[in-house]
Nanobody, 119 residues
Framework: QVQLVESGGGLVQSGGSLRLSCAATGTVSSVANMGWYRRLPEKQRELVAS??????TNTADSVKGRFTIKRVNEMTAYLQMDSLKPEDTAIYYCYVDGMTIWSTEFAAWGQGTQVTVSS
């Protein structure tokens, strides 16, 4: 099975920075898209940023200019979060889709990591 290993959450003051990391492991043949969604308190999960196999990125308007997503390699990506605001407080979930070693499509979610930004 495909598994995602997430790290980098924590507590930071307003204006501070955090870096989230995600790596796909297991029965992965190729990765098409990687990114992060977040679940704000009492809200549905929303896309934060994603990056495709071609390197194109998609970033939510609320974090543009502050968050940057990059690939380390095909299986690994990080989300650099700068100028954090209290409204960024949420559980962040890594997302990856692509192909397994059995030539089947997959979509996988990380377990989630808490990001808390104090006022």
């Amino acid at each position: 099975q495909v598994q995602l290993v997430e790290s980098g959450g924590g507590l930071v003051q307003s204006g501070g920075s955090l870096r989230l990391s995600c790596a796909a492991t297991g029965t992965v043949s190729s990765v098409a898209n990687m990114g992060w969604y977040r679940r704000l308190p009492e809200k549905q999960r929303e896309l934060v940023a994603s990056i495709s196999s071609t390197g194109s990125t998609n970033t939510a308007d609320s974090v543009k200019g502050r968050f940057t997503i990059k690939r380390v390699n095909e299986m690994t990506a990080y989300l650099q979060m700068d100028s954090l605001k209290p409204e960024d407080t949420a559980i962040y979930y890594c997302y990856v889709d692509g192909m397994t070693i059995w030539s089947t499509e997959f979509a996988a979610w990380g377990q989630g990591t808490q990001v808390t930004v104090s006022s």
